[in-house]
């Protein structure tokens, strides 16, 4: 198993990271290295094309079916009626594509008009049984979110009551809309907060702090409220992603820091803190029902390497260097539902929050990681092919040499190992293993010797014993009955037995 000398770091260009329409803000994989921004135009401007291609085709379909019907016919048919009649299909397809087209801007329309405040009531009252998400039994969680919800807008006055109906009308709406694909309810959400900023940006006047305020406090409430219906959909192939991923990280194993090139000692007690913080927030991250507390969980972990990084180097970590360590992170951790996590959070987070900032940057690298594990090859790792085909398969290990048989051959640790606190426990376990089975060996050897001896001793004290009987036989003889006074020779000298006298007084 030869594995090359020469060493080369995971190197991305800060430039990959940012969209690639040079807007300057930062881009996602999920929307072909595009920000949201772009990528929600580029979407539209696809659809809109589609649109118009589809009118075109449908007009073209329409002239050649009114050349042949005309030929058909002739001139002894009725020259309105028909054209009326042939016209009706094209009226069908006409009024179907301007539904489309307006879909979008009538489901805003209803979410801010004065009729939305009646439309849900009237609903209700036509049909009292509400969606299964809504009458569902609130958790915990999502009660304590609303009432801090309404504790926040409270201090907004009118604004905040506004605010609380048109949430609550959303929540109603989107409760419904079951048929819609995962992009779908992406567009809807995204579609509300850019109107709700809007709406809150000509009420406070430009101050865009505030607005991003209210605007964090309403993606926890809506978010909380719709998580079981918009996380991992079963429209999605998200959760088959995540299978192929975790069996991707778990075939991975035996990748270690020496391979990613990785600048953290986890010798050093704080370094290795830290690397475990780092595990558990990128873990913890699944259990989190609201996109900005996921992007908070991947902000620590981020800064607990840096912090790693640091410790090891005694400078400040470069970019360079952060992203090999997240890999390294991500292949330790192998967080649950990694991808539909990734992908909850592209869909309905905050759009301003992964365009800029520190939490855009961490999740952006993120991102990035995810591609790299997905696509790391023996080129990628500096190693053989064969040889890492055979680590993948787990044929061998480059953590120890193959052993034929019985417990793996125990070596002192050097190179990787030697500079992984975790690969040097392995290989004490692995020698107390082999210590404490030639201490069973032995302990076994005195259990079955005890076992002779008490044996032998059973049989030499049974044989002592017969001797001894046979030696002094037990002889018993029994007693001879007799009278009291058989024996007394001198009964006669006896003086009479004493009579009771009666004194007269």
């Known amino acids: ?206 101050s865009s702090e505030r607005v991003e305020r209210v605007m964090d406090e309403v993606e926890k409430y809506i978010m909380t409220r719709l998580y079981k219906s918009v996380f991992c959909p079963e429209t999605t192939d998200d959760e088959e992603k995540d299978l192929a991923t975790q069996n991707r990280i778990r075939a991975l194993h035996w990748v270690d820091i020496q391979m990613l090139c990785v600048p953290v000692d986890e010798e050093i007690p704080e370094v290795s803190d830290n690397v475990v913080k780092a595990i558990t927030d990128v873990i913890e991250m699944d259990s989190k029902r609201v996109p900005r507390d996921k992007l908070a969980c991947i902000t620590r972990c981020s800064k607990h390497i840096f912090s790693a990084i640091k410790i090891t180097k005694s400078e400040p970590a470069s970019a360079d260097d952060f992203l090999p360590t997240l890999i390294y992170i991500v292949l330790k951790a192998n967080p649950p539902r990694l991808q539909s996590n990734i992908q909850y959070i592209t869909r309905f987070c905050n759009p301003s929050r992964l365009m800029t900032g520190e939490d855009g940057y961490y999740f952006t690298n993120l991102c990035c990681a995810v591609a790299f594990i997905e696509k790391l090859d023996a080129q990628s790792l500096n190693l053989d092919p064969e040889d890492f085909e055979r680590y993948m398969s787990g044929q061998a290990s480059p953590r120890r040499p193959e052993a ?87 009964n006669d000298r006896l003086p009479p037995p004493l009579t009771p006298q009666v004194f007269a007084g």
């Open 1 to 206: 198993m030869s594995q090359r000398k020469e060493r080369r770091g995971i190197h991305v260009d800060q430039s990959e990271l940012h969209c690639n329409k040079g807007c300057g803000y930062y881009g996602n994989a999920a929307w072909q290295g595009l920000c949201s921004k772009c990528w929600r135009e580029e979407y539209q401007r696809a659809r809109q094309k589609q649109i118009q291609e589809d009118w075109a085709l449908a007009e073209k379909l329409q002239r050649e079916e009114e050349v042949a019907y005309a030929s058909i016919q002739g001139a002894q048919s009725q020259p309105q009626a028909q054209p009326q009649a042939s016209l009706a299909p094209f009226s069908k397809f006409e009024e179907k594509k301007t539904n489309e087209k307006t879909r979008k801007v009538t489901t805003v329309k209803k979410f801010f008009s004065p009729s939305s405040r009646t439309a849900p009531k009237k609903e209700n009252q036509e049909g009292k049984t509400p969606s299964p998400s809504i009458s569902r039994q609130s958790s915990i969680e999502t009660d304590r979110v609303s009432r801090d919800f309404v504790d926040f807008l409270k201090t907004l006055h009118k604004p905040g009551r506004e605010v609380h109906k048109q949430s609550r009308a959303f929540i109603e709406i989107m409760a419904n809309k079951k048929d819609l694909s995962a992009d779908e309810l992406s567009e809807c959400v995204q579609d509300f907060y850019q109107n709700l900023s809007d709406r809150l940006m000509t009420h406070f006047k430009g």
């Open 404 to 490: 034929d048989s019985g417990w793996p051959q125990v070596d002192p640790p050097t190179g990787s190992a030697a500079s992984s606190p975790a690969l040097s426990q392995v290989y004490q376990n692995l020698d107390l293993l082999s210590g404490l089975g030639s201490r069973q060996d032995r302990v076994l050897e005195g259990v079955q010797s005890l076992q002779r001896d008490l044996i032998t001793w059973q049989e030499s004290v049974e044989r002592e014993v017969q001797e001894i009987l046979e030696k002094y036989p037990l002889e018993i003889r029994l007693p001879t009955p007799s009278a009291i006074d058989s024996d007394n020779v001198e």
